[in-house]
């Protein structure tokens, strides 16, 4: 088969950092090029792949291991793929990595005080009720990526900003080829 190189985008950084609104101005810009991809969202996938999502050190290396073969098994089939999937410990965006090999990491980094604020999922108020115990950055670890290849500034860039730094490190890299 002769397919486009396809590459992988992961988007990490704490829940509530603003990396869905990240994805979906990438996405945007992506498909204003000509250029497919498809978004993996964790929390949408976490409900398929288990009817009662689970967050243990378990469930989540068996997720993200498997986060990672979908995007590996897409990009090998010319499917360029963006993650938007917090993967709270560098081994698991690591692996990913080592799998995938067009592949940047982009860190929404945020301060946590205004992801508390932010909360649109309710996830830190869950965790104050006593109803969620593995929040990253609150009771679990987040481990921010060592070497991202880009950082955004969660609390401060604007989207549209955040979308043009990615493309060009994506353009940096000659991952870019457009269809059509």
């Known amino acids: 088969m002769n397919h486009q190189p396809a590459f992988a985008v992961w988007i990490t950084g704490l829940p ?17 090029l ?5 978004v993996l969202e964790s929390d949408a996938l976490r409900k398929m792949f288990s009817s009662q999502a ?57 301060p946590l005080d205004i992801c508390i604020r932010r909360d649109p999922k309710g996830i830190y108020r869950r965790a104050r009720e006593g109803h969620a115990s593995d929040v990253p950055g609150l009771q679990t670890e987040y481990e921010p990526p060592e070497k991202p290849d880009v950082v955004i500034r969660g609390d401060q860039d604007e989207p549209e900003q955040a979308g043009h730094r990615i493309l060009d490190v994506l353009a940096g890299r000659d991952f870019l080829r457009r269809r059509g």
Do not use: M, W
Not at 16 to 32: E, I, Q
Not at 34 to 38: K, P
Not at 65 to 85: K, N, W
């Open 16 to 32: 509530a950092s603003g990396k869905s609104t990240v994805v979906a101005t990438l996405a945007s810009k992506l498909s204003d």
């Open 34 to 38: 000509n250029i497919d991809v498809v």
């Open 54 to 110: 689970a967050y243990s050190q378990l469930d989540r290396e068996y997720f993200y291991s498997s986060l990672a073969f979908i995007g590996q098994v897409l990009t090998e089939h010319g499917v360029s793929v963006i993650f938007d999937a917090t993967a709270n410990r560098g081994a698991y965006r690591d692996y990913a990595r080592r799998r995938i090999p067009r592949f940047i990491e982009v860190f929404v980094d945020c």
